[in-house]
């Protein structure tokens, strides 16, 4: 895993074949690529790959379809510290006294030594997980930049999330490509379809049924955002 690295765009040789990618490091030589940036960072690679100058479209593209999996959050506050990435991201000393207190096997709130963990649910009785609900040991404010390597703003208090993600959606887009590389229409459509919406209701109202139970035990001080 090669971290801070952005993709702008996807090379090919005289035959067509894949060659890399070219990246804000530099070009990386692979034979064989998956593009998973999500809806807009898929169809922004897609994109800059047609604009590049080594490669031609031929006709336009109109209306292919494109999916991604939607995210909500919801943000708790916590009473008390509770070594959560909020409280000791910018102090070198809290986060070795976490390490030591994980070694000494010191319980607290969080019992994972990683940053987040998950649940999967099944919503909808079929038998197959539909929802992801993923435990983060942070909130934020916002990203610093649309990607990950600006950093994120954490909020100051104690506290974590609870990412709601639709596991197989079927909510679709669309991506339109002029002839002329002109005209390039990007159009999400997250929750345009009313069983994703309904899933991620169910999803919403567990969570904060969740934070309820944990705001009578006296250990939530606040659901963030809940309206």
């Known amino acids: 895993v090669k971290k801070g690295i952005n993709?702008?765009?996807?090379?090919?040789?005289?035959?067509?074949?894949?060659?890399?990618?070219?990246?804000?490091?530099?070009?990386?030589?692979?034979?064989?690529?998956i593009v998973a940036?999500?809806?807009?960072?898929?169809?922004r690679i897609i994109l800059n790959t047609f604009l590049s100058s080594r490669t031609n479209l031929l006709k336009s593209i109109?209306?292919?379809?494109?999916?991604?999996?939607?995210?909500?959050?919801i943000k708790f506050k916590l009473n008390t510290p509770s070594g959560t990435l909020n409280e000791i991201y910018s102090s070198t000393f809290k986060?070795?006294?976490?390490?030591?207190?994980?070694?000494?096997?010191?319980?607290?709130?969080f019992t994972s030594s990683g940053a987040t963990s998950a649940a999967y649910l099944d919503l909808d009785n079929d038998g197959v997980p539909?929802?992801?609900?993923?435990?983060?040991?942070?909130?934020?404010?916002?990203?610093?930049?649309?990607d990950t390597s600006g950093g994120i703003e954490f909020d100051s208090n104690p506290g974590f999330s609870l990412g709601i993600t639709i596991l197989n959606p079927k909510s679709a887009g669309t991506l339109s490509i002029g002839e002329s590389n002109e005209n390039t229409i990007v159009k999400p459509?997250?929750?345009?379809?009313?069983?994703?919406l309904e899933l991620c209701r169910k999803a919403i109202r567990f969570c904060l049924e969740f934070g309820k139970e944990?705001?009578?035990?006296?250990?939530?001080?606040?659901?963030?955002?809940s309206k």
């Open 7 to 33: 993709v702008k765009s996807i090379t090919f040789d005289k035959e067509s074949n894949v060659e890399g990618v070219l990246t804000n490091k530099g070009f990386f030589k692979f034979n064989k690529i």
């Open 37 to 43: 940036a999500g809806a807009i960072g898929s169809s």
């Open 62 to 73: 109109q209306n292919l379809e494109i999916k991604d999996q939607p995210n909500v959050r």
């Open 95 to 109: 986060r070795f006294l976490l390490g030591v207190n994980y070694l000494a096997r010191k319980k607290s709130f």
């Open 130 to 146: 539909d929802v992801k609900i993923q435990l983060v040991q942070f909130t934020e404010k916002g990203r610093l930049s649309s």
């Open 189 to 196: 459509k997250y929750f345009c379809n009313n069983e994703d």
């Open 214 to 225: 944990l705001t009578d035990k006296g250990i939530v001080n606040e659901i963030m955002d």
